[in-house]
């Protein structure tokens, strides 16, 4: 059984970082995309960034490209989020996500309705 494991998160002030994480278990092969979705109170949930394992391209959403950072090791199995210049409207609950047995990350490949499996949620607030 695929499972997706997260960490970090957390509570910081407006222009602070915080990092994520997200190990795969149950899928060996590169051939898969992982990343992040964001849902906040009230709103739908949207891609943030994702990295493909077997490398390429990455992706970022307009609202945190030049200020988040997605990162793989495929050895570990494993992706990590460094979110910098962190705003009050980057409150949300994160969702670590992965779409299997694909060729790549680009935008239109990120999306929920493409994603296999989900992790359980990390909480990021930002006071102002």
């Known amino acids: 059984q695929v499972q997706l494991v997260e960490s970090g998160g957390g509570s910081v002030q407006t222009g602070g970082s915080l990092t994520l994480s997200c190990v795969i278990s149950?899928?060996?092969?590169?051939?898969?995309?992982m990343g992040w979705f964001r849902q906040a109170p009230g709103k739908e949930r949207e891609g943030v960034a994702a990295?493909?394992?077997?490398?390429?391209?990455?992706y970022y959403s307009d609202a945190v490209k030049g200020r988040f950072t997605i990162s793989k090791d495929y050895v570990k199995h494993s992706v990590y989020l460094q979110m910098n210049s962190l705003k009050p409207e980057d409150t949300a609950t994160y969702y670590c996500?992965?779409?299997?047995?694909?060729?790549?990350?680009?935008?239109?490949?990120?999306?929920?309705?493409?994603?296999?499996?989900w992790g359980k949620g990390s909480q990021v607030i930002i006071s102002s």
């Open positions: 996500a992965a779409v299997l047995d694909t060729m790549g990350c680009s935008g239109g490949n990120w999306r929920e309705s493409k994603v296999d499996t």
């Open positions: 149950g899928y060996t092969y590169d051939s898969v995309c």
């Open positions: 990295a493909y394992l077997g490398g390429g391209p990455l």
